[in-house]
């Protein structure tokens, strides 16, 4: 069965800086394209970031310039290196294989002084 498990979230402050990992089993992660995606308090989930399995990513407007996403095939994992961050950006982060109903259990940002 297909497992995803994100991990890296926490509180960092304003203009810092996290780095998220969403660690996938039960498919053949390399043919598959994950999407990153957050859900803030009281808003609806929205995508963040898609990562083709070739190519490169595709980031919703207001994390460009900020966010990073990238994989490694051999180790099942895709990343979102976050820079820059704001308040705005506090959200419950989660990873999802595109297309599918396979979605992580979420981690948790905040970024607050």
């Known amino acids: 069965q297909v497992q995803l498990v994100e991990s890296g979230g926490g509180l960092v402050q304003p203009g810092g800086s996290l780095r998220l990992s969403c660690a996938a089993s039960?498919?053949?992660?390399?043919?598959?394209?994950m999407d990153w995606y957050r859900q803030a308090p009281g808003k609806e989930r929205e995508s963040v970031a898609q990562?083709?399995?070739?190519?490169?990513?595709y980031y919703t407007d207001s994390v460009k310039g900020r966010f990073t996403a990238s994989r490694d095939n051999a180790k099942n994992t895709v990343y979102l290196q976050m820079n820059s961050l704001k308040p705005e950006d506090t959200a419950v982060y989660y990873c999802?294989?595109?297309?599918?109903?396979?979605w992580g259990q979420g981690t948790q940002v905040t970024v607050s002084s």
């Open positions: 999802r294989v595109t297309g599918t109903e396979h």
């Open positions: 990562i083709p399995s070739a190519g490169s990513p």
């Open positions: 039960g498919i053949i992660f390399k043919f598959y394209a």
